[in-house]
Structure formats: C-alpha cells, structure tokens
C-alpha cells in the first residue's frame, strides 16, 4: 500500500465511520492516520475503533497512527427557559453564576474563570460567533453586557474570550481521564486543545511522559504570541482553524495558517491544517471548487497533513471525502510550481552533523536520480531530518521500534517499516535495498541515498550517508 503522495490525510472517524469495513475502505482509500474525538463517544467506543484500527494495521502490514483528541475547557452557557431566547442589538444581558435556566436578560455562564479575567470592552462570542456581546461591568460572579449583534441563542452553545489569556489549565478532569485512558489503549498521538501558552504544552508532558507524541492544537489567537516556544515543546502543531476563525478575523485565519506553517518547516516539525476542508462533502459526493483550492493551498503551503473532521466522521461519503482528498494531494503535487514552492521555501540547514548529511542526502538523491531517501532511526529525529528537506523521492523510514514508526506516519514524505534491530553496517544497506525492493519503492539497478547514525540505536546520531545500487544487494 505504497502512497504516491508526501501529504498525510487524517480522518477523524465517528458514527459514519465506526465499522471495521469502512475503516478499512478509508485506509485504502487514503487515510494514513485515525483521529479519535474525544468530544464525543464513550471509552468503550474508541476502545472498539482502535482494536479494528490494530487488525487493520496487521492486516495491510502498514503502521497506522491514532491520534486522540482531547476536548480541552470547551466554554458554554447554560440552558433557556424556553430552550432558546432571542436576543437584539443594543440590549443588555447579564451573564452570571446561577444554575436557573436564563431568558432574555440573563443566561447562565457557570465558568468562575472567565469573570477573573474579564475587563470593561471585554468582547464575549457566543455560537461561533454569531452573538457579539461587549462587557460593561463585571465582578467575581457576574457580568453586564450589552449585545452588538443579535440572534437567536440556544442551550449550551459555546463561549468564545478573543485577546484574553484564561487563567486556567488546557486539561480538564474529563481531559486527565480521557488522557489516561488513551496512553493506557495505547495511542501515538495525543492533539492538546486550546493551548494558550507553552506552561499547557508542559503540563500535558509531565502527564504522558513520553508514551505518546503531543500536538498543540493552536486555537487561540493568544497562542500565536509564543508560537516558536509552544512549537519548541511540542512534536506538532495543528492549525485547528474553527476557533481560531472565530476569535480572530476570518482575513486574519489564513495569513495565521501560512506563519504557522512556515514556522513549524523552519524547525523540522510536523504541521497539520484542519477543519472544514471538504466541509460540502458531509453531505454531497462532490467538494466545492473553493474547497478543492483550500486543500491544495495547504498543500503548496508545505503542510504534512491535513484533516478530515465530519467529512469522515459523521458525514454520508467519508470514504469518498478521503478519497478525493488523496486526488488533490496527487495532482498539487506533480504540478511544477509545487516544487518550484518547495525548492523556494527550503529551509537552510542547522549548523550540526544530522542536518548537514539530512541536507546532502536530498541533494544527492536529486543528482542521482535515486528511487528514495532511506533512513535508520531509533528515536524518528533522523527521519524528520530528513523529511524537512522535502526531497523529490519518498523518505523510507526503517526502525525496530514500532510506536516510532506509527508515529513517524504523520510526517511529509515518510513510507514507515518496522524492521529488525541492526548488528552491522553491512546489514544496514541490504536491508535497505530489499525492503525498498519488496515494497515496490525501487527497482533493481536503482540507486538509494541512506543515513544513519552509528553506533546503532544512538538517538540523534545522524553521521553516515551511503549510496547504494538496489541490485547488489538483492
């Protein structure tokens, strides 16, 4: 199951995408990492789309990631008398602490935090945004606000604090629970929500201790303040760009989209772009023209991945939304001003060994004509070296440690196998060639450009580059 592609698609699966047939049918279809949401469904759920995701993987003898995606402080008001209230520009509303159902001049918001936090001209976003509420006073308990643009409010929608830090963490008690849940399953990735600054992505560490890689999720317009210290903490980053679009301004969300990007390819980190990319197909066979062009943006942009959220999990073609979502990928990707972007936006090698040979690797490979970029790695850093330099060729990443290689999946151009610990130098360059043979990545008289680091299982040791002919060896 050779992907002719470098971009990864994550499907998020749901109630549309629970059974093993259509999980297996996004696989083939194109999907090379599962996102569990945590937002929704029970344990049991998610504990029965990852032992069908684990047969999947035997099944195909792929490496597959599972990505956890915790909920994060979600913000919302309360309930309404009658369900709902209709409110009107120039009113004033209170928000306050009291459980009983709102009306028209009041609605509960039982968050004690935002309050804390809260200044005269504070703007409050109700609904994603459809409710603009601007704060007159407030207290410990209590807010007076007036309405700037009105609407109909229902129970529990969400609650949105542009331009404030919050003084509260990014996990949850439902978050730890979830959390320790997923580490015990076993997950390769775990997506951090609403990090508002780099003490959440620390916090979240401590609490995984290294059984699973982190993504910060950047939803807050605040998180871009300490961009490059949240990146340094985390293994990727995500541009989750519902909430981000709704507390910053929709102009503002793809300049963001294109900063983050950039500043993940200039670390050597993974960076995925998400929400609403094929957002017609939860419903109709076929994307929107300007959908097609979103995904493609990220695409040209460098992205590693981008994500699938209702398209797969709730929608009626989450099998089709996978696949043309694989389609645009292919055909962004032979376009020559994608590489021309590409070869553009490289980024110069760090002053250290790995990153010199990672570097000369690529240009190798290109001299060359290689079939591919073969990589060792015990810890992935060799890989993602590698991978930062997006080569022409597939970046073949060979480990003995599978959690590595499931987690490697996510990375631009990686074509992960789990192989063998190594004895020797020698068994190093034929495994390479005959696992690139048998996975129909090279053919006999082809050549490869492999890196390692020696000795073997040295984390962070990237300090040999060899070229070898596929038929020596094989």
């Known amino acids: 199951m050779r992907r002719y592609r470098n971009a990864k698609i994550i499907a998020t699966l749901g109630p549309a995408s629970s059974s093993a047939a259509t999980i297996e049918a996004l696989c083939r279809a194109g999907a090379d990492v599962f996102r569990f949401n945590f937002s929704h469904g029970s344990h049991e759920d998610h504990r029965e789309r990852y032992d069908i995701v684990r047969a999947i993987e035997k099944k195909l003898d792929r490496p597959i990631a599972i990505l956890m995606d915790l909920q994060g402080p979600k913000l919302r008001v309360g309930t309404f008398a009658g369900g709902k209230v209709q409110l009107k520009a120039g009113q004033r509303l209170r928000l306050d602490m009291d459980p009983a159902p709102g009306n028209e001049e009041r609605a509960p918001l039982l968050h004690p935090e935002v309050y804390s936090a809260l200044t005269a001209g504070t703007e409050l976003l109700l609904d994603d945004g459809k409710i603009r509420l601007r704060v007159e006073s407030h207290g410990p308990d209590f807010a007076e606000t007036v309405v700037l643009t009105g609407g109909p409010l229902s129970d529990k929608k969400g609650l949105n604090v542009p331009d404030v830090v919050l003084p509260i963490s990014a996990l949850t008690e439902k978050d730890r629970r979830d959390l320790q849940f997923g580490l015990d399953l076993g997950v390769d990735w775990v997506a951090l929500s609403f990090v508002q600054r780099p003490e959440d992505v620390a916090e979240a560490r401590k609490l995984v201790a290294g059984r699973a890689a982190i993504i910060s999720k950047l939803e807050k317009p605040s998180a871009i303040d300490k961009l490059t210290e949240i990146i340094e903490l985390s293994d990727a980053v995500m541009v989750a760009r519902g909430d981000l679009g709704v507390e910053s301004p929709p102009e503002n969300v793809p300049i963001l989209q294109k900063r983050i990007v950039q500043a993940c390819r200039h670390v050597g980190k993974p960076v995925v772009v998400a929400t609403q990319m094929l957002e017609s197909m939860v419903q109709s066979p076929a994307p929107t023209r300007a959908e097609a062009s979103d995904v493609a943006t990220a695409i040209y942009d460098g992205a590693d991945a981008v994500m699938l959220s209702a398209e797969s999990a709730a929608g009626a073609y989450p099998v089709e939304a996978v696949s043309m979502m694989d389609k645009i990928i292919q055909r962004v990707e032979k376009d020559d ?115 390692a680091g020696v000795p073997f299982g040295t984390p962070g040791t990237t300090n040999i580059l060899r070229i070898a002919w596929v038929e020596e060896y094989c």
């Open 337 to 451: 001003t994608y590489r021309m972007i590409m070869e553009a936006g490289r980024e110069a090698p760090e002053n250290t060994a790995a990153d010199a040979i990672s570097a000369a690797a690529r240009q190798v490979a290109l001299t060359l004509r290689a079939a591919a970029v073969v990589t060792f790695t015990s810890s992935g850093s060799t890989t993602l070296r590698a991978a930062r330099e997006r080569p022409l060729v597939p970046v073949v990443c060979l480990t003995a440690d599978r959690r590595v290689a499931r987690r490697l999946v996510l990375a631009w151009g990686t074509h992960c196998t789990v192989t063998t610990e190594l004895t020797s130098f020698g068994e190093m360059v034929e495994k390479a060639c005959r696992i690139a043979l048998d996975q129909e990545i090279a053919k006999v008289g082809e050549r490869l450009v492999i890196t």
